[in-house]
């Protein structure tokens, strides 16, 4: 079984090859969704779009979701309101942490920038404690920023 360092930049590649066809968001954000859980057998790997004050859920795969989160609320609200990648190791540990799901451990947000504003945030839960590091945040980064073009 390969590492996620190995892992990485063959997803990132096949994501690329996703996004050079497609020039809708919420398109590419669905097919980056699936490719991402399926390939790396995350618990939950999903989109929450800005809108307004809150996050909106989009494109996802997993168990049902929060629909709307408030600006700086939760991890994802963190990421969009400090416009920083979140990696948290212990989600009981995150002071703000909303639980949608109790058998989320670790939890790694990734916000999409376009033109200095967050417009999106890429979600990723683990059943696991100490699921990420800055291997993922790393190339999650990368994954995200192909979203970060498009309307």
């Not at 079984?1 to 892992?7: F, N």
């Not at 990696?87 to 058998?103: G, K």
Request: charged letters at 25%.
């Amino acid at each position: 079984m390969a590492t996620k360092a190995e892992s990485y930049p063959v997803l990132y590649q096949q994501a690329c090859a996703l996004a050079e066809k497609e020039d809708d968001a919420i398109a590419l954000m669905a097919n980056l969704a699936a490719l991402l859980h399926e390939s790396m057998h995350f618990l939950w790997t999903g989109w929450y779009r800005v809108r307004g004050y809150e996050l909106v859920l989009g494109p996802f795969q997993g168990q049902l979701a929060c629909t709307r989160i408030p600006f700086g609320k939760g991890v994802c609200g963190t990421a969009w309101k400090e416009q920083a990648t979140q990696v948290v190791p212990d989600v009981e540990l995150f002071p703000r942490h909303i639980a949608c799901s109790s058998e989320s451990k670790s939890e790694i947000v990734v916000p999409v920038m376009r033109g200095g504003e967050v417009t999106a945030v890429l979600d990723i839960d683990s059943e696991r404690p100490g699921t990420f590091d800055d291997v993922d945040r790393e190339w999650l980064e990368r994954i995200a920023s192909l979203v970060g073009g498009l309307s």
